[in-house]
C-alpha cells in the first residue's frame, strides 16, 4: 500500500523557517508528481506546491510564492518543502500528496503540524 | 486564486440523497473537466473520491457520482450512511500546474 508520511513539523516564531520532508514508499515515487496541501486549524484544504517527476515542473499558489520553496530527491524518495519567512497565519496541518494526471490526488499522508507563534 | 464556493454545511436523512455543489468560474470549473472531489472525516487525511469530473476509483461506492455544468460542479451521496458524515472539498484545475479547492462542505447524517 502506498504511504506518505511527513515530518519537520513543530513550533516556530514568525519569520523563522522550517524544512517538512514527506517519505514516500511502496510506490516508485520517482514516476509521480507531488503536491503539499495544507489545512488550518478548523479551516478548509489549501494548495500549496506542485513538483513534477524530475523536480523541473514547480508551480505554487500565492500565499507562499516566493517564501517557500519545494524540491524532491527521487534517490532517497523524498519531497521537501522549505518554508521561510513563516507568519502566524501559515499555523497549519500540512499534507503531502502523490499526484495523478489528470490534477488530482490519490494517496495523502496523514499530515505534520506546524504552529506558528512567539 | 480565488476558492471554490461550496455551501458550508448539508444534510440528509439515512437512506436519502444530497447533492453537494461546488461553484467556480470560466477559468476553473468551467474552463477544464478536471474536477476532483475529496472526502475527509474527522481527524483523518482526505480520500479521493472523484476524479475528472465523473470517475471514481475502484473501492468508492456507486452511491457517489458527480457531475458538471458550466462554472459549476455537484457532488450526489445517494442512499445516505452514516458514515457518509464527513467533510467534503472539490478541487479544480485551473492552469498551468496549479489547483484550487473548495471551502468544505460538512455533511451531517441526522
Known amino acids: 500500500e502506498v504511504q506518505l508520511v511527513e515530518s519537520g513539523g513543530g513550533l516556530v516564531q514568525p519569520g523563522g523557517s522550517l524544512r517538512l520532508s514527506c517519505t514516500a514508499s511502496?510506490?516508485?515515487?520517482?514516476?509521480?508528481?507531488m503536491n503539499w496541501v495544507r489545512q488550518a486549524p478548523g479551516k478548509g484544504l489549501e494548495w500549496l506546491s506542485y513538483?513534477?517527476?524530475?523536480?523541473?515542473?514547480?508551480d505554487y499558489g500565492d500565499s507562499v510564492k516566493g517564501r517557500f520553496t519545494v524540491s524532491r530527491d527521487n534517490a532517497k524518495n523524498l519531497l521537501y518543502l522549505q518554508m521561510n519567512s513563516l507568519r502566524a497565519e501559515d499555523t497549519a496541518l500540512y499534507y503531502c500528496?502523490?499526484?495523478?494526471?489528470?490534477?488530482?490526488?490519490?494517496?495523502w499522508g496523514q499530515g505534520i503540524l506546524v504552529t506558528v507563534s512567539s | 486564486q480565488s476558492v471554490l464556493t461550496q455551501p458550508p454545511s448539508a444534510s440528509g436523512s439515512p437512506g436519502q440523497s444530497v447533492t453537494i455543489s461546488c461553484t467556480g468560474t470560466?477559468?476553473?470549473?468551467?474552463?477544464?473537466?478536471?474536477v476532483s472531489w475529496y472526502q475527509q472525516h474527522a481527524g483523518k487525511a482526505p480520500k479521493l473520491l472523484i476524479y475528472?469530473?465523473?470517475k471514481r476509483p475502484s473501492g468508492v461506492p456507486d452511491r457517489f457520482s458527480a457531475s458538471k455544468s458550466g462554472n459549476t460542479a455537484s457532488l450526489t451521496v445517494s442512499g445516505l450512511l452514516s458514515e457518509d458524515e464527513a467533510d467534503y472539498y472539490c478541487?479544480?484545475?485551473?492552469?498551468?500546474?496549479?489547483?484550487?479547492f473548495g471551502g468544505g462542505t460538512k455533511l451531517t447524517v441526522l
Open positions: 500528496a502523490r499526484d495523478r494526471w489528470p490534477y488530482y490526488s490519490d494517496y
Open positions: 511502496e510506490f516508485t515515487f520517482s514516476h509521480y508528481g
Open positions: 513538483i513534477e517527476t524530475s523536480g523541473g515542473g514547480i
Open positions: 470560466s477559468s476553473d470549473v468551467g474552463a477544464y473537466n478536471y
Open positions: 475528472e469530473v465523473t
Open positions: 478541487s479544480s484545475y485551473v492552469g498551468g500546474n496549479k489547483r484550487v
